[in-house]
């Protein structure tokens, strides 16, 4: 295995493995395209039942109205990253708090091209990072 072979091993399990963070890879318009073990702990979706699905799924039905999730991904093409605390949805419907952040991923001629999604579980009621 060369250098980059390595290099590209370690960062898909570094990715992959990290369980105390949700890192979720979303295409242009939300869509799942990858996840690691801490969006299945913290979510409870397994990588199967996610994949293709929109992260809109992960929001409150009055944050989905107001079009919240939307207004991130705006937010992180314009400024380049987006950042929130509240409650999210669970696959079992249960809720927690969570901090979230967006960065918008861009291609070699700076167009936005998708987007990383951090989530971190905070204790019940944290309202702050």
Known sequence: MNKKEQLELLHSRMIEEIQDYAII???????????????????????????????????????????LPEKLIDQAVKEGRA???????????????GSILITALHDDKGEVIGFTKLTRELPEGQTTD
């Open 83 to 97: 950042k929130h605390i509240g409650r999210r949805v669970r696959k079992d419907g249960t809720t927690f708090w």
């Open 25 to 67: 890879l979303m295409d242009r318009d939300g869509t799942i395209l990858s996840w690691n073990k801490g969006a299945e702990k913290i979510k409870g979706y397994k990588e199967h039942e996610i994949l293709g699905q929109n992260f809109r799924l992960f929001y409150m039905p009055k944050d989905r109205e107001a079009h």
